[in-house]
């Protein structure tokens, strides 16, 4: 009798990249790149201009097919997945892309709804009042429901983007420098409420920023990429007493040593 298949366990880790190649022609981005993501972890993904962290996003959201290496996401193959596979796991994935990216001509709500009309089944009536729970959820007011996103704040764009990328209950936020542009209060704001939503829903965070108030105070873990690979991983006060060159370059700036002061100790 064959066996029946087995639930993942906790263990499985939410990301799974190993040996990743990206080239663009000539140019090499990333060459034997290895990146692991534990269930339920805030991990900020760092590196200087040209590090390749937009490229590889895309990648560990299936946009773009390495040239080699695997990917495995929530445990399950996603290269070797194919159209309906991919699909499946990207609704287990939802994205805040830098700026918000939300559609101008909408309303908050209309920008919160169009995933919910699009990827369920829910019933017409239902789908109004799912989408206010994710506004409320995402720390925005009620009455912002019914503004278009020329009519809201830096901060509150953020959060009307957070919001749509909640819509469909995700088990990994992937964010695209979410507190650029915002003013320290407002960004700490955000930091805040992301570890908030992280203890609630259970969710795993992949954040790019150079925000390093995010890096320090908003992230578990930091994962650095140069040299075309993780260079390292783990938090970032460990990270700022190794001897790296682009670690001492990075982390122990005056600035950088400002935060790091004030930072507890951790691990990835």
């Not at 596979?85 to 939802?94: A, N």
């Not at 109004?128 to 809201?152: C, N």
């Not at 970032?236 to 682009?246: C, K, T």
């Amino acid at each position: 009798m064959a066996k029946e298949a087995q639930p993942l366990t906790q263990t499985v880790p939410v990301i799974e990249g190993r040996g990743i190649v990206n080239r663009f022609g000539a140019q090499c981005v990333h060459d034997g790149l290895d990146l692991v993501v534990e269930r339920g972890r805030i991990v900020a993904l760092v590196g200087g201009s040209g590090a390749g962290k937009t490229v590889l996003l895309r990648t560990l959201l299936m946009l773009r097919a390495p040239q080699g290496g695997t990917l495995r996401l929530f445990g399950e193959d996603a290269l070797g997945a194919g159209d309906a596979g991919r699909r499946r796991l990207r609704q287990r994935i939802g994205v805040l892309f830098q700026g918000g990216a939300l559609f101008t001509g909408l309303s908050v709500l209309e920008n919160v709804m169009l995933p919910l009309r699009e990827h369920t089944s829910l019933a017409a009536r239902l789908v109004p009042e799912l989408a206010m729970l994710k506004i409320a959820l995402a720390g925005l007011p009620a009455d912002a429901a019914h503004k278009r996103p020329s009519e809201l704040s830096g901060g509150m764009i953020k959060r009307a983007a957070l919001a749509r990328a909640l819509a469909l209950d995700p088990e990994l936020l992937v964010l695209d420098e979410p507190t650029s542009g915002l003013d320290p209060v407002a960004a700490g704001a955000f930091d805040a409420l992301i570890k908030e939503l992280r203890d609630l829903l259970g969710l795993t965070i992949l954040q790019a920023t150079h925000d390093l108030d995010s890096i320090v105070h908003g992230s578990d873990c930091v994962a650095f990429l140069a040299r075309r690979r993780l260079l390292a991983m783990a938090p970032a006060a460990e990270l700022a007493r190794r001897e790296e060159p682009e670690l001492v370059e990075y982390f122990q700036g005056s600035r950088a040593r400002a935060y790091l002061g004030h930072s507890g100790a951790g691990s990835c």
